[in-house]
């Protein structure tokens, strides 16, 4: 799917799951715990997809792309 400059592997519904795997690493229940929550992680996938050229298939590089503007952006830190 492509959304503006933007190219999306994804179905909607399936975001569902990228939210839940990006908390199953960066929640509080983590494996890597930096206290992330389904609103953070929402909010810097957002983010993410607004970059010109992002190619999104909800992989772990995704995933620590998000993990980065979390980490930047509310002040997250790496335990």
């Known amino acids: 799917m492509l959304i503006g400059q933007v190219v999306i592997c ?5 975001m569902k799951d ?3 795997y990006v908390l199953s690493f960066y929640g509080p ?5 930096i206290g992330a929550t389904l609103d ?4 810097a996938t957002a983010k ?3 970059k010109d050229g992002t190619d999104f298939c909800g992989d772990s590089f995704d995933r620590e ?3 980065d503007i979390m980490l930047r ?6 335990v």
């Open 10 to 14: 994804m179905q909607s519904d399936q």
């Open 18 to 20: 990228f939210y839940d």
């Open 40 to 43: 953070m992680v929402m909010e």
């Open 65 to 67: 792309h998000i993990r």
């Open 73 to 78: 952006d509310y002040g997250l830190v790496m």
């Open 29 to 33: 229940d983590g494996i890597y715990p």
């Open 48 to 50: 993410y997809l607004q």
